[in-house]
């Protein structure tokens, strides 16, 4: 049984950091597709980072440079660092994994449609 299980949340201002973990259980990082997903209220969910099966990381264009992507293979947990908040990063945030090629071909507005498996996700809150 796959189990995702975010942790890391919380309220910070803007301009602070905070840094999500994500433990993976039931499922191996090899040959998948791993990614760091938000959703705000009334928003429909966008991917905000993912890790190919190929070891490529691609960002959205409005985290890049502030939001690092990493994962720890010996603790199968992921991890997402994300420094220079803006009240606009406001979001419950998820991690989410599908098997190599999962998302292959779907244009980022749509990565979350070919992810197999999701945690329930923490919430980030940025004050201004």
């Known amino acids: 049984q796959v189990q995702l299980v975010e942790s890391g949340g919380g309220s910070v201002q803007a301009g602070g950091s905070l840094r999500l973990s994500c433990t993976v259980s039931?499922?191996?990082?090899?040959?998948?597709?791993m990614g760091w997903f938000r959703q705000a209220p009334g928003e429909e969910r966008e991917g905000v980072a993912i890790?190919?099966?190929?070891?490529?990381?691609n960002y959205a264009g409005s985290v890049k440079g502030r939001f690092t992507f990493t994962l720890d293979v010996a603790k199968n947990t992921l991890y997402l660092q994300m420094n220079s908040l803006r009240p606009e990063d406001t979001a419950m945030y998820y991690c989410?994994?599908?098997?190599?090629?999962?998302?292959?071909?779907?244009?980022?507005?749509?990565?979350?449609?070919?992810?197999?498996?999701w945690g329930k996700g923490t919430l980030v809150t940025i004050s201004s």
């Open positions: 989410a994994a599908a098997q190599r090629g999962a998302v292959c071909g779907l244009p980022w507005t749509h990565l979350h449609y070919g992810m197999d498996y």
């Open positions: 039931g499922f191996t990082f090899d040959d998948s597709e």
């Open positions: 890790r190919h099966s190929d070891g490529t990381t």
